[in-house]
């Protein structure tokens, strides 16, 4: 507690009822998943951006120094939890696509209509005509949503350009949201989304002008820590994924890997054999994949709000992910195709009835394991001395409450790098 001493406070939480803290094991595996750090009757003292003692309130009074303006915040009896992380959205989009799914509710499906010219071609299509001030003020209000709803931090995806101008337009909207909003985006290049209109009779040459223009492109103007690819069955194929994976990571980028969403193709192997990050969706994920994972630090990231919203009736196998040992984490998916949501509680609900996810596991892959699915689990994700200071107040009494009552929004206030920037 020594160095406290120099550090003064300047918010102060307190009158805690449930403080989940998430602090323990980095990322979580199997049973750890349950363990959420929980103090009841708890504060947290926070100086600057940087949370600096976590514990009872009784026992933390007489340790801290509040500085003279320090702003205090009573709880009230409720729940305090990290700030949400939602390690994979495609927040940059001009339009939505309701007609779509319409579609689909008719019977057409998510891959007929990407055939017809729907899809994300429609999307790309559309970005592509939109100048980037509009794409801006569009995504800022998704984040801005996303906020709302608990979220801190997120990985923010580009993907409907698929030129080299369109991409780097997109990643030039989620570096902008970066820098002026109270949001973390981590952003992900998404070039390999799918094949553009003007390319569908030369893949090859598409692939090519990822590897030798785009790739480059993005890693010189460093807009993206991430490069992600749709691997699945008339998208990329695996080869044509480890080409273009492997010459992002000689560029310098970590890699993620949409992975067995639709059919089996070995995405999850492959994610595990280039040391991603992370593999997203799994519904299809083989049981070689799923011993892959369970052994490897990628991280699966779960996204049954687009199950859901694309009908099927199927799952990502969370639960025989988790007791093999895989690192789990949830996401929105947020997305105008698949999965129409910034609301990453919704998701905890659906990861409750659909993947039979516990809320302390789900508690879990959306905050630890959340932040290991973005490379920052020391920094993320847990209410703990030295950690950035991202909490949200819940209206809430148990922790529980967060799947049980469903598509409303208990949020009540949400702190950023150690300020109130929703509610309060
Ligand atoms: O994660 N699967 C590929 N990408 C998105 C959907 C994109 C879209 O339809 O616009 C996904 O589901
Ligand atoms: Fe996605």
Redesign the pocket.
């Known amino acids: 507690m020594a160095s406290n001493q120099n550090r003064k406070i300047t918010l102060l939480i307190n009158d805690i009822g449930q403080l989940v803290t998430m602090q323990g094991p980095v990322p979580r595996r199997g049973p750890e998943m349950s363990e959420i750090g929980l103090i009841e009757n708890g504060a947290i003292a926070i100086s600057g951006e940087e949370i600096i003692a976590v514990g009872k309130a009784d026992e933390l009074a007489g340790k801290v120094d509040p500085a003279e303006n320090c702003v205090v915040i009573s709880a009230g009896g409720k729940v305090v939890t990290p700030g949400l992380i939602d390690p ?1 959205t ?1 927040p940059v ?1 001009a339009r939505t ?1 309701e007609k779509e799914f319409e579609m689909r509710l008719a019977g057409k499906s ?1 891959m007929e209509i ?1 055939r017809a010219g729907g ?2 071609r429609s ?1 790309v299509r559309h970005l592509r005509d939109t100048d980037e001030k509009e794409l801006y003020e569009r995504s800022k209000k998704t984040i801005r949503t996303m906020m709302s709803y608990g979220v801190t931090s997120i990985e923010a995806k580009s ?2 350009g698929l030129s080299l101008e369109a991409e780097l337009k997109s990643l030039r909207v989620i570096k902008k949201l970066n820098d002026q909003e109270p949001m973390d985006l981590f952003a992900t290049f998404l070039g390999a ?1 799918e094949f553009p209109d003007e390319y569908r009779d030369k893949p090859e040459e598409y692939i090519e002008l990822i590897i030798n223009e785009m790739i480059p492109a993005v890693a010189k103007q460093n807009l993206a820590e991430f490069c992600d690819i ?1 691997c ?1 069955d008339e998208v990329f194929t695996v080869e044509q994924s480890r080409r273009i994976l492997s010459a992002a990571k000689q560029a310098g980028l970590k890699i993620k890997i ?1 992975a067995d ?1 639709i059919k089996s193709t070995g995405g999850a192997e492959l994610a595990v054999e280039l040391k991603a990050v992370s593999a ?2 799994l519904v299809k994920i083989s049981s070689t994949g799923i011993e892959m994972m369970a052994k490897s630090n990628t991280v699966a990231v779960l ?1 049954p709000g ?1 199950s859901f919203a694309l009908g099927l009736d199927q799952s990502a196998p969370a639960r025989e992910l988790i007791s093999k040992g895989a690192v789990v984490a949830l996401s929105t ?1 947020c ?5 129409m949501t910034e609301s990453l509680p919704m998701i905890i609900s659906l990861a409750a009835i659909n993947l039979k996810m516990t809320a302390a596991e789900s508690l879990s892959a959306v905050t630890v394991n959340a932040a290991c699915a973005v490379d920052r689990g020391d920094r993320l994700g847990r209410i703990e001395r030295g950690m950035k200071a991202d909490m949200v107040i819940w209206d809430m009494d148990d922790y529980r409450e967060l799947p049980y009552h469903y598509g409303v929004n208990l949020v009540e206030t949400v702190i950023k790098n150690g300020k109130v920037v929703s509610g309060g």
């Open positions: 994979h495609h989009f696509r998510y990407a899809g994300i999307s993907g409907y989304h749709f699945e949409h969403e997203d969706h996204l687009t998916d997305n105008p195709g698949s999965s």
